[in-house]
């Protein structure tokens, strides 16, 4: 089973200025995936993030991008709509040019329509995503739709998996502590309902949708309306890393763990070793 761990972003004890490095610091400390984040804006030229992309290769690190946060792809006025639709294909571009194999993106908010008028909109939208990214021969990149964790966003796992379902090239990015905080904390304190979550991703989208399964983890506070904001492992808030852990392991489930922890790579690394404690203790004696 294959195991990626790295953090959201730039690690927080990187020295160095320039992105390109980040593969090589990050083996240094024994991590080995890396979510770039384009979150405010897609800045990085061509030139850089093919670079990037080729340290990546270099140091065996998979890289993923995060799509800006600007994005509503339900949204009732026409010209939110087509910028986020423009964004979205502009960090798809990005994503090729850095050999990233996934783009990760936020889909939008319910707004003024129901929420099944909502995800209708939104699935629209991707489409012409996808007609776009055809267009501008964009291959090699997946549109990763998150789940979220605030009630009025679209990004319950019922949600994604049907875009994910209603489009040719999309793959899930399950952020568990979102769905925790979606749910109010009334589901994932047990393993089990971790375990019931990936096999229906498997069973509804195909072995290839996990393939391996991108994650998002830290523990999250969360209020009536879902999640509030995130903080370190070990910090009292849920859910359990070890639970995600040993239902991953139980199911032979291949996966890219990004930490969104406030401290970043240190947390990665702290779910790296809970990950192979759990495997160690599994092994033929």
Avoid at 19 to 36: M, S
Avoid at 263 to 281: F, G, V
């Amino acid at each position: 089973m294959k195991y990626y761990f790295g953090p959201a972003g730039k690690p927080i004890s990187f020295t160095g200025k320039a992105i390109e490095d980040v593969p090589k610091f990050l083996r240094e400390i024994g991590l080995n995936a890396l979510e770039y984040e384009a979150v405010r804006s897609v800045r990085i030229s061509e030139e850089r993030a093919r670079a990037l992309g080729e340290r990546a290769i270099e140091f065996n690190v998979k890289l993923s991008l995060h799509a800006p946060y600007a994005l509503n792809l339900a949204s009732a006025n026409e010209e939110t709509l087509n910028n986020s639709i423009t964004r979205l294909v502009t960090a798809t571009k990005a994503s090729m040019w850095m050999k990233a194999p996934i783009t990760v993106f936020h889909v939008g908010y319910y707004g003024e329509y129901s929420r099944r008028e909502a995800l209708k909109r939104a699935i629209e939208s991707l489409k012409r995503v996808e007609s776009l990214m055809r267009e501008e021969e964009i291959v090699g990149v997946w549109l990763g739709p998150e789940t979220m964790g605030k009630l009025r966003q679209i990004g319950s796992l019922e949600e994604v998996l049907e875009i994910c379902k209603s489009l040719e090239k999309a793959k899930p990015v399950i952020d568990f502590p979102h769905l925790y905080a979606r749910s109010r904390g009334e589901r994932y304190r047990h393993y089990q309902d971790f375990i019931e979550d990936i096999v229906l991703l498997e069973r509804e989208l195909g072995t290839e949708a996990i393939k391996p399964l991108h994650l998002h983890f830290t523990e999250v506070e969360y209020g009536s309306r879902g999640e509030i904001r995130h903080h370190p492992l070990g910090s009292g808030y849920g859910p359990s890393f070890e639970d995600l852990a040993r239902a991953l392991i139980e199911l032979g489930v291949e996966a890219v763990i990004i930490s969104e922890s406030p401290i970043l790579e240190k947390d990665a690394i702290k779910m790296k070793r809970i990950l192979e404690k759990i495997l160690s203790s599994r092994a033929p004696q």
